[in-house]
């Protein structure tokens, strides 16, 4: 029950993602924004509950199956992008950048905070 508990939890800041896309028009992914929204919740509360960890455990094993289609999609609009590769190959460093630092920020928090305890 612990792992369909935690997964109502996941969908549910999905489709908060959802809503906000919605209602703002933002153009990002409503799973960007339910995860972001997810990380804070996390960050405040300090911990990730045990029913989320049971239910994102499964998912991670997963994790490649889920980027594979939007990988693959890439290859049919090649020829849209051809005059955009220096923007996408910024975009793609800074984001990988700023991805890294942002995990080892939130290692070296919590990691702090485990000790402190």
């Known amino acids: 029950m612990p792992v369909l508990s935690g997964f109502l939890w996941l969908v549910s800041y999905w489709l ?10 933002l153009p ?10 997810l990380c804070i919740t996390l960050a405040v509360r300090g911990r990730v509950p045990d029913n989320i960890a049971a239910a994102a455990q499964p998912l991670i094993a997963l994790l490649a199956m889920l980027i594979m289609p939007g990988v ?4 049919f ?4 992008l051809a005059g955009q590769w220096v923007v996408i190959l ?24 485990s000790h402190a305890n």
């Open 28 to 37: 990002i992914s409503s799973g960007v924004i339910g995860m972001l929204l």
């Open 77 to 80: 609009i090649l020829g849209e």
């Open 90 to 113: 910024i975009a793609l460093v800074v984001g990988t950048l700023l991805s890294v630092f942002t995990t080892l920020w939130l290692l070296k928090r919590l990691i702090g905070q």
């Open 72 to 75: 693959v999609g890439v290859f």
């Open 16 to 25: 908060i993602g959802e809503g906000v896309v919605y209602f703002t028009g």
